[in-house]
Nanobody, 123 residues
Framework: VQLQASGGGLVQAGGSLRLSCAAS????????MGWFRQAPGKEREFVAS????????TYADSVKGRFTLSRDRATDTVYLQMNSLKPEDTAVYSC?????????????????WGQGTQVTVSS
């Protein structure tokens, strides 16, 4: 199983980025998917998750109202639209496939992890 994340980059505060994460071999077709991030010197933290059919999304309080997670079931791809970015959003963002149809904010709920993509927000 492979997860390919893309879309990171450098953006000014207030700007937007869209991250994508594609799963190989239909590995995520019946599973939740999620995003986590890790800033330098900090622990990895939950960002958002989406259920297998896209019907349920969960967000960390720090990104609620600014980030939107969606998925394309036909391609097993999830998209994290990040608006109103802040310098504190700077981190390496990693996507993951949940162990079941629904997954929350715990690392333990995810079975496969992709390589991260760097997001840097300048002030």
């Amino acid at each position: 199983v492979q997860l390919q994340a893309s879309g990171g980059g450098l953006v000014q505060a207030g700007g937007s980025l869209r991250l994508s994460c594609a799963a190989s071999r239909r590995a995520a077709s019946n599973n939740a998917m999620g995003w986590f991030r890790q800033a330098p010197g900090k622990e990895r933290e939950f960002v958002a998750s989406i259920s297998w059919n896209g019907g349920t999304t969960t967000y960390a309080d720090s990104v609620k109202g600014r980030f939107t997670l969606s998925r394309d079931r036909a391609t097993d791809t999830v998209y994290l639209q990040m608006n109103s970015l802040k310098p504190e959003d700077t981190a390496v963002y990693s996507c993951a496939i949940g162990r079941s149809s629904y997954a929350g904010n715990s690392f333990a709920g995810y079975a496969y992890w992709g390589q991260g993509t760097q997001v840097t927000v300048s002030s």
